[in-house]
């Protein structure tokens, strides 16, 4: 009887453990790189790039919102849904107008997985007379 009972148990805490992973329906990021480094960059050159990214979950991925770490850096965000499989971008954008070295990060809110993401960009602003030097 004892073993019936235990058989029973561990049928059920199996079955228990088959239904949780069931539910665990979600968008996974697989971003290419998490920081982007322009290195050096000549001032007031294009300051656009891009993190490129793949939904390698089970369900679509939303972003509903992207933060700066700064206002001279911004983002935008896919207007459409990612879905399973799928590759979306993020195009940010650096103002290269100021000289010097920056590092600033980027808030992805959205309803994948790790629903508060944080990517990053750096790099170092140098003044034309510089770099012909």
């Known amino acids: 009887m004892k073993n019936v009972v235990c058989l029973l148990m561990l049928f059920t805490g199996s079955l228990l453990i088959a239904q949780e992973k069931n539910t665990d329906i979600s968008g996974v990021f697989e971003f290419e790189t998490e920081t982007i480094d322009y290195g050096k960059i000549l001032q007031n050159e294009d300051g656009y790039r891009e993190f490129k990214f793949k939904n390698i979950g089970n369900a679509p991925i939303t972003i509903s919102n992207i933060k700066s770490s700064c206002g001279c850096s911004v983002a935008e965000k896919p207007s459409k849904p990612i879905m ?10 650096y103002d290269t107008y100021r ?3 920056f590092s600033k990060t980027f808030m992805i809110r959205s309803d994948a997985q790790d629903n508060l993401k944080k990517v990053r960009i750096k790099g170092n602003v140098v003044s034309s007379a510089i770099a012909q030097n």
């Open 84 to 93: 399973p499989g799928e590759n979306g971008s993020i195009r940010v954008k």
């Open 99 to 101: 000289l010097g070295g």
